[in-house]
């Protein structure tokens, strides 16, 4: 009798963040308010296209800038480790290490084209507002570049076999993976814009 194992499974990790509507509140004001005084991250974002604003190229230092991105660092670092520890990495008696964190205010019609996020362990968003009709997060199949002849999956293919799993968050809600996953946000079809914030972790 044939035997099919599964090997090698990419995980997704998704947690509704502590600290509830408070914080979240806190960050969105937050977000606004470093978006409208970031001058080099307004211009990063027009000359390379990027539809809002996002303080990927120009600030490195939000945890020390405002409490609410304090408070958010201390509840991702807990998720980070139970992600490390159920993925069971062997860190070496380290503790992810928070690497960068960045905004992103995404405007109505914008997205992100497909990307992974090199030199890290691990990368994830947590998502400030997402409003009716906000992108998804669209996240790629890792074996996709090596499938030169695969056909196409059938289109009741349960998640764990599709080539493309589009997530829908919610406002508060915490996704990680690993780095090496390929990801990328679909058009904004909101009347308003998608915030969230960003972050890579590194080993030690």
């Not at 211009?43 to 539809?51: L, N, P, V």
């Not at 030199?119 to 997060?137: D, F, K, M, R």
Request: positive net charge; hydrophobic residues 40%; aromatic residues 8%.
């Amino acid at each position: 009798m044939a035997q099919i194992s599964t090997l090698f499974v990419t995980k997704l990790y998704r947690t509704p963040l502590g600290g509830g509507a408070e914080l979240n509140r806190d960050l969105a004001k937050a977000c606004r308010a470093i978006a409208a005084a970031d001058k080099a991250g307004r211009r990063w974002s027009a000359e390379h296209g990027y539809q809002g604003y996002t303080s990927y190229s120009s600030l490195n230092d939000l945890p020390t800038r405002d409490p609410a991105f304090a408070a958010l660092k201390r509840e991702l670092d807990k998720h980070a480790g139970a992600f490390a520890r159920a993925l069971h990495l062997d860190l070496g008696g380290k503790k992810p290490k928070l690497d960068s964190l960045w905004i992103n205010v995404l405007d109505p019609g914008g997205s992100h084209s497909g990307h992974i996020h090199p030199h890290s362990v691990l990368s994830g968003v947590y998502y400030v507002a997402t409003p009716e009709g906000a992108s998804a997060l669209k996240l790629e199949d890792p074996r996709h570049p090596l499938m030169m002849a695969a056909p196409p999956r059938t289109q009741d293919a349960p998640e764990s076999e599709r080539t493309f799993v589009y997530v829908k968050p919610s406002a508060g809600d915490v996704l990680m993976w690993e780095s090496f996953l390929r990801h990328e946000v679909t058009p904004n079809a909101a009347k308003k814009a998608r915030i969230s914030v960003s972050f890579n972790y590194r080993w030690g």
